[in-house]
């Protein structure tokens, strides 16, 4: 298998997770450049990689030793830069969300078919044990009908985090709060299991936290094109930390994940998860422990590259998500139902 060259533009927090996702592939993927416009974390990223370092997104994008730029700036510049590696032939891959703009996420889209270059938006939480398994009983229609998907994002930020980069808690960069930033891993879920939703009403507020434009807790209520009904809360002041959930209810079984893990699942057959059995692939391979979702989905992308297909998770897939936060935000601004 060819080798995938890697670049990275922003060196904050989750790259280091890119970086080591990266770094467990030899056999197909290598990094080669990094880019941030804040002088220190630029240096501290070169000095530990070894690898080329860029001060503008605009000099990493003209390296012609990359195939593909993974964007983990901001996510109100996702489009941006995503949108600079595709124009300037790279493959692009954002972090979530996609953007927090529905037209620049269309003009992603865009701007991928246009270049002949693959788009993918991380999601990582997909690869979870609990999240397959719960998608192949999905898939073997051992829930009978879907009838009620529950999602609910239970995570605790300190004040300080909100603090902590002028970015987060702002409109303008974070794009949003508790759904936009933590809850769209369990939006995308939610969408993954029970397809694509129709209306949305919700309500939300920042009650938690101070000097935060966005809100820190939202709950909404969905339709589902199926008929099938939702239930969706993201909040960041559940403390100390609950992590997500979602529950699937179907005429014939339920289930429910907790961040990776499969809770409780039975099923009219006589189908039953036993709580005891190990579920960690992280546990079978420690090297991946902590970034093995990450591994998993970047696996898949730089497979697909040598492949020319589309990864598993689309930008279709990413572009849902972001559609699905924007409307229960509009729901809790305007208090009317919002339809998709
Ligand atoms: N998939 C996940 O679970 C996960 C987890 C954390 C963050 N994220 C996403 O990753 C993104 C980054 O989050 P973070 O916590 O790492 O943020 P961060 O603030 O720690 O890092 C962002 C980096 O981008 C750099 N940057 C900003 N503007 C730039 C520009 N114009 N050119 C080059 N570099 C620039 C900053 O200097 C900073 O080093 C967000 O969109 C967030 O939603 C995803």
Redesign the pocket.
């Known amino acids: 298998m060819s080798i995938i060259r890697y670049g990275i533009?922003?060196?904050?927090?989750?790259?280091e997770?890119h970086l080591k996702a990266i770094a467990a592939l030899p056999e197909c993927a290598k990094l080669v450049a990094v880019?941030?416009?804040?002088p220190e974390?630029l240096r501290k990223t070169v000095e530990k990689t070894g690898v080329k370092g860029y001060a503008?997104?605009a000099e990493l994008v003209a390296d012609p030793d990359i195939d593909v730029i993974t964007v983990?700036?901001?996510?109100g510049?996702?489009a941006?830069?995503a949108i600079m590696a595709l124009n300037a032939g790279k493959h692009a891959i954002s972090?979530?969300?996609m953007d927090i703009d529905l037209s620049k996420a269309d003009e992603m889209i865009a701007a991928s078919k246009r270049n002949n270059r693959l788009l993918a938006v991380?999601?990582?939480?997909r690869y979870g044990d609990g999240a397959q398994q719960l998608h192949k009983w999905i898939d073997a229609g051992k829930f009978g009908r879907l009838i009620h998907g529950n999602a609910r994002l239970f995570y605790y930020r300190s004040q300080e985090y909100y603090d902590s980069?002028g970015?987060?808690g702002t409109w303008a960069m974070?794009g949003g709060g508790a759904l936009m930033?933590q809850g769209?891993?369990y939006v995308d879920q939610l969408i993954w299991a029970m397809g694509l939703p129709k209306t949305v009403y919700a309500l939300a507020g920042c009650l938690g936290h101070e000097r935060v434009e966005v809100e820190d807790t939202v709950s909404a209520t969905i339709e589902f094109e199926s008929g099938a009904i939702g239930s969706l809360t993201a909040t960041t002041c559940a403390y100390p930390n609950r992590g997500g959930l979602l529950d699937v209810l179907g005429a014939t079984g339920s289930a429910q994940i907790r961040d990776a893990k499969l809770v409780y699942a039975d099923f009219a057959d006589g189908t039953r998860f036993d709580p005891t059995a190990d579920q960690g692939t992280a546990a079978l391979d420690p090297r991946l422990g902590g970034f093995v979702e990450?591994y998993t989905q970047l696996r898949d992308i730089t497979q697909a590259i040598v492949d020319g297909r589309q990864p598993e998770i689309t930008m279709q897939d990413g572009r849902n998500a972001l559609q699905l936060v924007l409307a229960v935000y509009e729901s809790a601004r305007t208090g009317r139902v919002v339809t998709l």
């Open positions: 533009i922003g060196c904050g927090i989750i790259h997770t880019c941030d416009n804040n974390a503008s997104a983990c700036t901001p996510s510049l996702h941006d830069h972090e979530k969300p991380i999601s990582q939480t980069a970015w987060r974070d930033n769209v891993h990450h």
